[in-house]
Nanobody, 124 residues
């Protein structure tokens, strides 16, 4: 059974940093694209960042320069380093894995495995 489990969320202040982790089990995703999405209350789930199996990345304009996606394929773990957090970043953050290898896009339909999410709350 494939599982993606996010961790590292929490309550922080405006300007603080957090590092999210996503650990995969049940299969390896070292040759797959992976990504982070987020969903704020009352809003649709939105793309945050992606990384393909070669290590190329794509980051949403709203977080560019503040968030960095990375992966440790040996540990089957995905990371999201979030710096200079803002209240607008408050959301549930989801880890996702694709069956594709080079995909870097933002389409939810191209991510086939999802975690249950971790809450990030940024207070002003």
């Amino acid at each position: 059974q494939v599982q993606l489990v996010e961790s590292g969320g929490g309550l922080v202040q405006d300007g603080d940093s957090l590092r999210l982790s996503c650990t995969a089990s049940g299969r390896t995703f070292s040759k797959n694209a992976m990504g982070w999405f987020r969903q704020a209350p009352g809003k649709e789930r939105e793309f945050v960042a992606s990384i393909n199996w070669l290590g190329a990345t794509n980051t949403a304009d709203s977080v560019k320069g503040r968030f960095t996606i990375s992966r440790d394929s040996a540990e089957n773990t995905l990371y999201l380093q979030m710096n200079s957090l803002k209240p607008a970043d408050t959301a549930v953050y989801y880890c996702a894995a694709s069956r594709l290898d080079l995909y870097l896009g933002s389409s939810l339909q191209n991510y086939h495995y999802w975690g249950h999410g971790t809450q990030v709350t940024v207070s002003s």
